[in-house]
């Protein structure tokens, strides 16, 4: 059943929600579904939802235990390589990534903190309305929001190796849907910054992944568990798909200063603390940059409006 509602004034800061209309669809009604017209949520002003939401498992789906490759040897950043199999247990993965309104209800329970509702304005990015549709993905949240919503779910955030898995499957693939470039059709990328924005979630159904899962090339950066470690492949730990600790990877981050190696981590500077990876490639991100062995790097405070993240869980 899916209900159609909207938001009413109720008094100065409080809306209350009602029910315009109730359709009953069958499975087959379901496949003809379009993206919902964008609104605008806020999370401070969200009405009050029910203690207890539910994990959306329905929305989840399975990636298989297995090996994988992951990383690249002949192209990417030093920190992509070498390529190396990986062995993982089974796993739950979202099928896209949180959107606004899922996120406005962790809110309204009290249990993650609102999104920065300037997040636009202090990135140059266009109005904050942009990237406030309800089915859009959330923007403008930290890995510390992230962790919080996933939790808040009975999940958790993805590890770097699970989430580059279900992005390449066990055939070694570039892109999540295969060796093709990057298209429009495949996802959202390449789009002028403070003029365009994010889609709704699962608008591009051909860049899916091989297991089933949208918007892993674009829209926005994912957070993942991981520590960013520029090691991490070539560590005794690498076949777990596992990062150094923290104290390790800061010798490492000074050993690549002192030798002069700052392309070593990509675009971003090494960093000076341990921080947290993304992965995916986002709205304004170029078309190549989209490649699931891609990583990028951010202390896990930042809250940009080209990141995002989805959740996931053990299988058992």
């Known amino acids: 059943m899916t209900l159609s509602y909207m938001f009413q004034p109720y008094s100065r800061g409080t809306f209350i929600l009602l029910v315009t209309s109730a359709v009953v669809r069958w499975p087959a009604d379901i496949a003809k579904e379009r993206p919902i017209p964008r609104a605008h949520l806020e999370p401070s002003r969200v009405v009050s939802l029910a203690a207890s939401v539910p994990a959306a498992d329905d929305e989840m789906l399975p990636v298989p235990a297995g090996p994988f490759t992951m990383g690249a040897n002949d192209e990417g950043e030093q920190d992509e390589r070498p390529a190396h199999t990986v062995t993982l247990a089974a796993f739950y993965m979202d099928r896209t990534e949180v959107t606004n309104e899922a996120y406005a209800e962790c809110v309204a329970a009290k249990r993650c903190r609102p999104w920065d509702d300037q997040i636009a304005t202090k990135n140059h990015a266009g109005p904050e309305s942009a990237f406030r549709g309800p089915k859009q993905p959330v923007v403008g949240v930290s890995w510390f929001d992230a962790r919080d919503y996933c939790a808040f779910r009975e999940k958790r955030l993805p590890r770097e190796a699970e989430w580059e898995k279900a992005a390449r499957g066990a055939d070694g693939r570039k892109f999540p849907w295969g060796g093709a470039k990057p298209t429009a059709e495949h996802g959202v990328f390449g789009r002028a910054f403070g003029r365009d924005s994010t889609d709704p979630v699962g608008s591009h159904p051909a860049g899916r992944g091989p297991y089933g899962h949208d918007d892993l090339a674009g829209n926005v950066w994912e957070w993942v568990d991981d520590l960013y470690d520029p090691y991490a492949y070539r560590r005794a730990t690498a076949g777990e798909g596992k990062p150094a600790e923290c104290a390790a990877i800061l010798r490492t981050q000074d050993e690549l200063r002192a030798a002069g190696k700052q392309g070593f981590t990509g675009t971003n500077p090494i960093p000076?603390?341990?921080?947290?990876?993304?992965?995916?490639?986002?709205?304004?991100?170029?078309?190549?940059?989209?490649?699931?062995?891609?990583r990028v790097h951010h202390g896990p405070s930042f809250r940009l409006v080209m990141s995002g993240f989805r959740c996931a869980k053990d299988a058992n």
């Open 272 to 294: 000076n603390e341990c921080e947290r990876v993304l992965r995916g490639g986002a709205f304004n991100y170029w078309g190549d940059g989209l490649r699931s062995s891609n």
